[in-house]
């Protein structure tokens, strides 16, 4: 009960209170959950509102801005991350988060999400990844997996998915992450750890669409998803051991980098002090 | 320093590059594209030297949004790019005129369509820069005749773009943008330079698009304490996605407004010898050079000439254009492309009265062309 009154005073603290409310995520969808945890981490890390940003680019998870009460932008398809780029460059001292689903951050906006990453530019780009466009109706994304029915795959998907820590992981990023919208704690704790680090931070949230995707496929109500990501998840150290066989299929969650690497504004900072040097 | 001491040969990109660092601009970012590219070379060297920011972006659609994220963090900021990342660039300077968010778009066109030929010339995307994003909205573009008015309009843009909330196109092509020229430089200390609008209300009462007592309303950084909502979406004064009409109607005559009613502000060209004129020659850009020479040409044959030179292209100087060809019964036009700004002037005088003369081939027009569709006329 204590627990649960804090929790509510920390919602009343960071959404906004002028800003027309119910949100327009259908009932049971994970994307809130992702919210909270962002909330709460921010909360723990006692940032102060006036740093943080918080940017999106378009779909449901482009949505979650407008709720916060930071400073919040919500640009256009596949860009959140471009936009986030020059914001970071003239406000480095500026939390600058992005939240982008799969079809944002990895089919439009891929091009954006490993030049963030090679460049290791100190945003965080947390990735709802419901494998499917949510809001156009579920169409297949680049993360739905083989098989799958999907709006615009009516006769099965043929594309393989982007496992996307791992892409982050090899395009450079400083810190990456995965986990789901059921293990809610571990969620926040690596949202937490993404926006401490210097650098890169991508954490990436599985969640599901079970209005679009889910239907399509039979896959259930919301909760039976839910208890899809509970079961089928498995912690990084076990996946380790496990064979490619056995890890078929499950959705593998830790911490897959942490990795101290030069960041961009530091290092823009030094070619700004060499300059001035030059000139004087 | 004396203006001869101040004297230098100077390209037009780098005019260009050099207009921005006076009137203020601390950040581009932007991707190789001739012939645009020596904008962003000098600035990776320029700008750091200043306190200021460059990054060479993955793409043009990145730098455009690169380039708004850092005006919205409070940074004056400028891209540059030819036809082919002007065209990826169109959604996000959509999202600029959406947000009211001041920023400047170099454009030093080649000719097109597709990758067409990347160092020859034209003024092709004349249109492109009025209508090229999708939706209504206004846009300031300028376009340069000479080295030393590359960077005045340069600078001008910055000052457009911070006074109206808007972005700002200049128009350049590839001849003003590879030529140079001797420029002398104005005093650094005697260059205007617009400062961003400011807000002293109360965070908790700022409206960052309110519709009253101002077309205008301040621009708060993020960062500094004014959290507000920016979004693509129609929005309320409040920056809240909206569906309204009564809210999404007044926000977009405001944002028309902001531009037609401050059309005296806006609008630059030179005017000569319009008022004993019997034939008008309009022209912009690089083909305001071969005109002035065809003008001149025909004076010195006895023709009455007169000669507008536009250096604001968008808004279309209509009532400049309506007055100076009012008593005429001749308008020549010449652009290097099929026609595209003629098109507005014989919207507003008629197409009758109108001569175009047209080069689309990848040369530079000539003043021999120009001067024979005066001497059509003058016959």
Redesign the interface.
Known sequence: MKRQQRESRVHERYLRHNKKFPNIWCAGCGIGIVLGAIIRAVDKLQLNKDDVALLSGIGCTGRMPVYVDFNTLHTTHGRALAFATGLKMVRPEMKVITVMGDGDALAIGGNHFIHAARRNIGLTAIVVNNSTYGMTGGQYSPTTPIGAQAATAPYGHIEQPFPIAELAMVAGAAFVARSTVYHVQELEKYVAQAITKEGFAVVEAVSYCHTTLGRMNRWGTAPDMMRHLKEQSIPLRRAEQMSEEEKHGKIVRGVFADRDIAEYTHLYDQIIAEAERGTA | MSARQNARLMQGDEACAEGAIAAGC??F?GYPITPATEIAEVLA?RL??V?G?F?Q???E???I???????????K?MTATSGPGFSLMQ??IG?AAMAEIPCVIVDVQRMGPSTGRPTSPSQGDVMQARWGTHGDHPIIALAPSSIRETFDLTVQAFNFSERYRTPVIVLMDEVIGHMRERVELPDPAMIEREQRSSTTVPPEWYKPFENFPSDVPPLM?????Y???????HHDE?G??TGRPDEIQPWLERIVRKIDSSLSDILLYDRDGINDAETLVIAYGATARSARHAVEMARERGRKVGFLKLKTIWPFAQEVVEHAAARLHHVVVPEMNMGQLVLEVERVVGRHKVRRVNRADGEMIQPAQILAGIEEWAK
């Open positions: 601390r950040f970012a060297r750091p030297q306190g920011k990054i972006m993955e793409d659609i990145a730098s949004a690169a380039v708004i994220g850092a005006a919205v963090g409070g940074a900021a959604e996000n999202f950084p993020f960062g500094e304490g959290r507000y909502h920016i979004t693509g979406l409040r809240y996605p």
